[in-house]
């Protein structure tokens, strides 16, 4: 395995950018004859964080996806949540998806191009969750899939790739995913930070890095295109390819290619963070989004904000948010109680009646879990992954069992937030507004939903500086 080490921020600058209107002449003109609709399957709600007005469902029933394909649009979102889920249970959904999706192909006549969005600092169900689709939409349609594009760039999240090693931005350095508390996932954990090295890591020596495809950001930068093409064609039998990008230009030229390669009979399947899913469906970007469009109504009621990642930058983050002075009232919700029976419903219950009160008040509440991580097994990754479950869902049924409709509402991390809008609202279908802050996605509710029309913050557990949840908040608790 590749030594790696931490690295100044500007790694990417000593090799200059390409002309940013030749980048966009060439993708036009690679977008023309392009049909397919995009569809992005989602495994916790943060992947939205780099679009907008997209639809999002929170189920694959076939007629669900049959609607998803043939309304208007170039993309739509179905969260899956499978990072929360076993490995059977994830096999199971995937199956199922590939299986719907290519009936209501069928059913439609809209060809698709299937993504599936992962985290930016490589932690899920990996290659589990493609293997399943490539091999079920293989049985299933007249389709071979020659390639896998590994691409985990989010630039708003400072997710760089760079000579192969995926960084996390820290301040003024780069540090290579590995070496961060990400690769320590009581559930996910893993070692490699070289992306042809992390292949071979997760693929258990299936894939050896020696045999990944690179498209490096040189000829990215270079533009290089013939080369790339030729790179992309050759590639046989579901070979992976690492795509190294650390600004959208990288992204825009990449996507170029793949056009090309589509255009002349190629099939990929993605494992691939926002920040390729933007440019792939031709979304702009937008400004973020103003204090009105976020919370059009004034209704005198406080605001609910409910703290589920433990991961440090949010527990930073959360501190930061309750020094700031604001109308704030913490609930402080006691994990260590599903260590006794019945007693996640008993703290559940009590965090409710303190909530509501709060926000009847005109507060704010923050109900947060304590920040000790709890692990059912040092050595079991799925039953510390069931106990996490366990938590969410306890936590996430405050919002199911509210009686009063806060002001807003923001969930913070990525388990959390699927479980808030899918088990305790009831969303089935959400608009995507746009961003309240870079990479912090907002929906607003379906009128299927327990609070129609509610501006809904998704705030993964890893973005943001110590201050942006702090912002976010005070921001939306603006009169």
Same mark, same amino acid.
């Given at each position: 395995?590749?030594?790696?080490?931490?690295?100044?921020?500007?790694?990417?600058?000593?090799?200059?950018?390409?002309?940013?209107?030749?980048?966009?002449?060439?993708?036009?003109?690679?977008?023309?004859?392009?049909?397919?609709?995009?569809?992005?399957?989602?495994?916790?709600?943060?992947?939205?964080?780099?679009?907008?007005?997209?639809?999002?469902?929170?189920?694959?029933?076939?007629?669900?996806?049959?609607?998803?394909l043939a309304e208007p649009g170039a993309m739509f979102f179905v969260l899956t949540n499978s990072r929360g889920f076993t490995v059977e249970e994830t096999e199971k959904a995937h199956?199922?998806?590939?299986?719907?999706?290519?009936?209501?192909?069928?059913?439609?006549?809209?060809?698709?191009?299937?993504?599936?969005?992962?985290?930016?600092?490589?932690?899920?169900?990996?290659?589990?969750?493609?293997?399943?689709?490539?091999?079920?939409?293989?049985?299933?349609?007249?389709?071979?899939?020659?390639?896998?594009?590994?691409?985990?760039?989010?630039?708003?999240?400072?997710?760089?790739?760079?000579?192969?090693?995926?960084?996390?931005?820290?301040?003024?350095?780069?540090?290579?995913?590995?070496?961060?508390?990400?690769?320590?996932?009581?559930?996910?954990?893993?070692?490699?930070?070289?992306?042809?090295?992390?292949?071979?890591?997760?693929?258990?020596?299936?894939?050896?890095?020696?045999?990944?495809?690179?498209?490096?950001?040189?000829?990215?930068?270079?533009?290089?295109?013939?080369?790339?093409?030729?790179?992309?064609?050759?590639?046989?039998?579901?070979?992976?390819?690492?795509?190294?990008?650390?600004?959208?230009?990288?992204?825009?030229?990449?996507?170029?290619?793949?056009?090309?390669?589509?255009?002349?009979?190629?099939?990929?399947?993605?494992?691939?963070?926002?920040?390729?899913?933007?440019?792939?469906?031709?979304?702009?970007?937008?400004?973020?989004?103003?204090?009105?469009?976020?919370?059009?109504?004034?209704?005198?009621?406080?605001?609910?904000?409910?703290?589920?990642?433990?991961v440090k930058k949010t527990t930073d983050q959360l501190e930061c948010l309750l020094s700031a002075g604001l109308a704030l009232h913490p609930v402080c919700f006691d994990v260590e109680?599903?260590?006794?029976? /019945? @007693?996640?419903?008993?703290? !559940? &219950?009590? $965090?409710? #009646?303190?909530? %509501?009160?709060?926000?009847?008040?005109?507060?704010?509440?923050?109900?947060?879990?304590?920040?000790?991580?709890?692990?059912?097994?040092?050595?079991?990754?799925?039953?510390?992954?069931?106990?996490?479950?366990?938590?969410?869902?306890?936590?996430?049924?405050?919002?199911?069992?509210?009686?009063?409709?806060?002001?807003?509402?923001?969930?913070?991390?990525?388990?959390?937030?699927?479980?808030?809008?899918?088990?305790?609202?009831?969303?089935?279908?959400?608009?995507?507004?746009?961003?309240?802050?870079?990479?912090?996605?907002?929906?607003?509710?379906?009128?299927?939903?327990?609070?129609?029309?509610?501006?809904?913050?998704?705030?993964?557990?890893?973005? /943001? @500086?110590?201050?942006?949840? !702090? &912002?976010? $908040?005070? #921001?939306?608790? %603006?009169?």
């Amino acid at each position: 395995m590749r030594n790696v080490s931490i690295m100044p921020a500007a790694l990417a600058d000593q090799i200059p950018l390409p002309d940013p209107e030749r980048v966009a002449r060439e993708l036009a003109d690679a977008r023309r004859g392009f049909g397919r609709k995009i569809v992005v399957l989602d495994d916790d709600p943060t992947g939205v964080q780099t679009v907008h007005e997209v639809p999002v469902y929170t189920d694959w029933r076939q007629e669900t996806l049959a609607r998803g394909l043939a309304e208007p649009g170039a993309m739509f979102f179905v969260l899956t949540n499978s990072r929360g889920f076993t490995v059977e249970e994830t096999e199971k959904a995937h199956r199922e998806i590939a299986e719907r999706l290519a009936a209501a192909s069928r059913e439609t006549g809209v060809p698709f191009l299937l993504v599936s969005r992962g985290d930016s600092t490589l932690r899920g169900h990996y290659p589990l969750e493609t293997e399943v689709l490539r091999q079920t939409l293989e049985q299933r349609l007249p389709v071979r899939y020659d390639g896998e594009i590994i691409m985990p760039y989010f630039k708003e999240g400072g997710r760089l790739t760079i000579g192969n090693v995926h960084y996390v931005k820290s301040g003024d350095q780069l540090v290579p995913a590995g070496m961060t508390e990400f690769a320590r996932d009581t559930t996910f954990a893993y070692s490699a930070s070289d992306l042809t090295d992390w292949c071979e890591e997760r693929t258990g020596g299936r894939c050896p890095a020696d045999g990944v495809t690179v498209i490096s950001l040189e000829e990215l930068r270079g533009l290089a295109y013939g080369s790339m093409l030729q790179k992309m064609t050759a590639v046989r039998d579901f070979g992976k390819i690492v795509v190294n990008a650390a600004d959208d230009r990288d992204v825009e030229v990449f996507v170029t290619v793949l056009l090309r390669a589509i255009a002349a009979g190629k099939e990929f399947l993605f494992r691939c963070a926002a920040g390729l899913v933007r440019v792939l469906g031709g979304v702009n970007r937008r400004p973020l989004l103003t204090r009105a469009e976020l919370r059009p109504e004034k209704s005198g009621l406080g605001g609910l904000v409910i703290v589920g990642s433990h991961v440090k930058k949010t527990t930073d983050q959360l501190e930061c948010l309750l020094s700031a002075g604001l109308a704030l009232h913490p609930v402080c919700f006691d994990v260590e109680t599903v260590l006794t029976e /019945g @007693g996640l419903e008993r703290e !559940r &219950d009590r $965090v409710l #009646r303190e909530a %509501e009160e709060a926000i009847r008040n005109g507060e704010t509440a923050v109900v947060y879990t304590s920040r000790k991580v709890l692990r059912a097994r040092e050595d079991s990754a799925q039953e510390n992954l069931d106990l996490s479950v366990r938590i969410s869902q306890a936590l996430t049924s405050v919002a199911a069992k509210l009686t009063v409709r806060p002001g807003f509402l923001v969930a913070k991390g990525g388990i959390t937030s699927s479980d808030v809008g899918v088990r305790a609202l009831g969303v089935r279908r959400a608009w995507v507004l746009g961003q309240a802050a870079p990479g912090v996605p907002v929906w607003r509710t379906g009128e299927e939903s327990k609070f129609p029309g509610l501006a809904y913050v998704i705030f993964p557990g890893n973005v /943001g @500086g110590v201050n942006t949840l !702090r &912002d976010v $908040v005070q #921001r939306m608790m %603006e009169p």
